[in-house]
């Protein structure tokens, strides 16, 4: 059924509480929802009405596109001069014989592993050491791009930076032009976890606060460059925290326009300080992207990580708002399996990707960082298929 049949039917529904319609006929008229409304959404709205706004959300904006991007990750070092609660990744520079911290060379080592590999971006964040400074980043940005000109550098999170510009002593707009002119070309959404110093100065309290998060992004911003933006949900954080969030990204947003794409990132428990606090189920999980889609209603994209939620959950999260899967993985992260990912190692093939999102009836497209179209995999037959395979809906005798 048409999205905007089921959307009229939601907004009709007499048995509905009147809020649900209001907020409904708002997602119809594509009005933005208040503070107010985005709480009432995760206190009452069950998920079968939830899927059918973001749905809706998500067939304006895309249609049935869903995209994914090949590339891999350069994760300098997992040593780091924080001890956020959350993390599962780390290890504190005393526990330094559990950790790894590359050199400009080995990083470039593991850039050239994939010269010949149609990968379009290297995505490189890791943990904060204070050898990894401004001149050091510069000089590696600058080595990747002379390197291989056509690779999308999309490095670092506002907690690296805050850190090695407040070390260089120069001022965040000073500092983003520096990176730009080495060669970074687009800000991954890390970092941000929950901005509310309520919660941020339980589980994250000595990096970069909330609003220096958002400054940094608004400085990159102002010189004509994108990036991305998550939210870590799901363990100590209440709803209002969650929507304050959006709200802050959302109005940031407004003023800039340089977000492209909002993450959910869900908190797990394993092998890291906050083990005690239990995660929140997939049932929340695609509450949480239905609501982030109706809320932020000036970003383009929501995606997920399917290592990290489990191939199936990403799959039923393209009903829920999410209109972009990342993309295909190999070994070269260590974030997801070290942070209880529902795989160890997880790694796909494109042609793996590409029948994971056929599978659910979309259209599997390859975008390049900024959203380009590198290649429409609807139609391309892979060698050895006969045919793209789609979901066939049992057969009831
Ligand atoms: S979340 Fe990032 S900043 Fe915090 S301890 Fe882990 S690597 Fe360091």
Redesign the pocket.
């Known amino acids: 059924m048409d999205t905007t049949i089921k959307l009229a039917l939601i907004i009709n529904d007499p048995d509905l509480p009147a809020a649900l319609r209001v907020i409904a006929q708002k997602v119809q008229n594509q009005q933005r929802i208040t503070f107010d409304e985005g709480v009432y959404l995760y206190e009452h709205a069950e998920l079968g009405y939830l899927g059918v706004l973001a749905n809706h959300i998500r067939e304006q904006k895309h249609g049935d596109k869903t995209y994914f991007n090949r590339n891999f990750h350069l994760e300098p070092t997992n040593l780091?001069v924080?001890?956020?609660k959350f993390?599962s990744?780390?290890r504190l520079i005393k526990q330094k014989e559990e950790g790894w911290a590359l050199t400009l060379d080995e990083m470039l080592d593991v850039v050239k592993k994939y010269d010949a590999e149609p990968v379009t971006e290297v995505h490189i964040v890791g943990?904060?050491l204070p050898q990894y400074d401004v001149a050091f980043y510069s000089a590696l940005f600058t080595a990747i791009k002379k390197h291989r000109p056509e690779l999308h550098v999309k490095a670092l999170t506002p907690?690296e930076y805050h850190y090695i510009f407040k070390k260089a002593k120069i001022d965040y707009a000073t500092g983003m032009k520096l990176m730009k002119d080495a060669g970074l070309e687009s800000i991954p959404g890390g970092g941000a976890e929950i901005f509310h110093p309520d919660i941020r100065n339980v589980i994250?309290k000595d990096?970069c606060t909330g609003q220096q998060w958002l400054d940094i992004h608004e400085e990159w911003h102002k010189l004509g460059m994108r990036s991305n933006a998550t939210m870590l949900y799901g363990h100590i954080e209440k709803f209002e925290h969650r929507v304050d969030h959006m709200e802050q990204l959302r109005e940031l947003q407004d003023r800039t326009g340089g977000f492209q794409t909002f993450i959910p990132l869900k908190f797990r428990n394993q092998h890291n300080q906050m083990e005690n606090v239990p995660e929140v189920s997939v049932i929340e999980d695609l509450r949480n992207y239905a609501i982030a889609r109706i809320y932020l209603d000036n970003f383009d994209h929501i995606k997920a990580y399917w290592a990290m939620i489990s191939r199936q959950t990403a799959q039923l999260s393209l009903n829920f708002g999410v209109d972009d899967i990342d993309g295909t993985l190999d070994d070269t992260t260590k974030i997801y399996s070290m942070a209880g990912a529902e795989e160890q190692n997880p790694a796909m093939s494109t042609k793996e990707l590409v029948e994971l999102i056929r599978q659910v009836k979309r259209k599997p497209i390859e975008r390049d960082t900024l959203y380009n179209v590198v290649t429409d995999f609807t139609d391309v037959v892979f060698e050895g298929d006969v045919k793209p395979q789609f979901y066939k809906l049992p057969v009831i005798n």
């Open positions: 780091c924080y001890d956020c993390c990744y780390s943990g904060v907690v994250a990096k």
